[in-house]
């Protein structure tokens, strides 16, 4: 169950969309051993970034990051165009123990909220908001309101193994022949729903249960999944940026090689200095072997 699924009020400017990961989530989780808390704050991360992007007009990745003064430093978390995911988190395993307090607000502690837009063609954009609000949820909506100025309602769950999100937004173009009370009347039947709903019920039975009463258009599913964008060629990349010279002093105190890790699935990437001396050829004479 890895999925997002869009609908839309028929009466009124007002849509959302519903997502639920269950392997998606958990292939995240896998790659490190994370404290209760944090693996709650990745789910519900993942589903927040996940209804984002369904909004996405062009190919290329959307970035939630949260940055903080907390035990929990850094939430980052990405979604494509595609539906692929992934997501990591930094936190102090010590502070986090002596803290009993494993709300929101105490593990992100005051900082920002950041949001990129890097589409594969064209110029990064970002928005930034300080952290505001109980929740993960509430501090996107903060963000929606200061930095899109749209009224949009986040509900956000995630137990370790199951994640889920609702997302309602009124749409920029409100017409006078539309419902006005809809706006309000949506977020309040979406903040009835219980996380044990969001995350046990199908999409179906969850927009059922809230908006029965409503007339509501279901678009088709669409899929997420886990994937990491990491490469070797990715990786070289990087490593072409520093000079050679250095980069072959670091490999001679590291049995020849420099080991690039991925933050995200863990995955090595292995250099050795034959490699390192073909990343720094010019690039007409490189050969096409460094893959
Ligand atoms: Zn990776």
Redesign the pocket.
């Known amino acids: 169950m890895n999925h997002l699924q869009r609908f839309q009020f028929l009466d009124g400017a007002v849509r959302g969309e519903i997502c639920q990961l269950s392997e998606a989530y958990q292939a995240v989780l896998s790659r490190h051993e994370y404290p209760a808390p944090i693996k709650g704050l990745l789910g519900e991360a993942l589903s927040g970034v996940a209804l984002i992007a369904a909004n996405l007009k062009f190919e290329g990745c959307l970035i939630l990051q949260i940055q903080g003064n907390g035990p929990m430093s850094v939430l980052m978390v990405e979604c494509n165009h595609l539906g692929e995911l992934r997501g990591i988190a930094r936190y102090d395993e010590a502070e986090m123990a002596l803290q009993t307090d494993h709300s929101w607000t105490a593990l992100a502690g005051q900082g920002q909220l950041i949001l990129t837009i890097d589409p594969e063609d064209g110029e990064r954009y970002q928005g930034i908001v300080a952290l505001e609000g109980e929740s993960l949820a509430a501090a996107l909506a903060g963000y929606f309101a200061q930095s899109e100025q749209l009224p949009t309602y986040f509900n956000l769950a995630a137990d370790g193994q199951h994640a889920g999100g609702l997302m309602l937004q009124v749409l920029p173009q409100m017409d006078e022949s539309q419902d006005d009370d809809l706006w309000g009347r949506a977020q309040g039947l979406a903040q009835t729903l219980k996380k044990e709903e969001l995350l046990g019920l199908s999409a179906e039975e969850v927009l059922y249960r809230l908006f029965h009463e409503e007339q509501v258009e279901l678009y088709p599913e669409a899929e997420l999944r886990f994937h990491?964008s990491?490469s070797r060629e990715r990786s070289g990349n990087a490593l072409r940026a520093i000079d050679l010279d250095e980069l072959l002093e670091i490999a001679d105190e590291q049995q020849g090689q420099i080991e690039v890790d991925?933050q995200?699935?863990r995955?090595k990437y292995v250099f050795d200095s034959i490699d390192l001396r073909q990343l720094h050829l010019p690039a007409t004479d490189a050969p096409n072997s460094v893959q």
């Open positions: 990491c990491c991925c995200f699935c995955q």
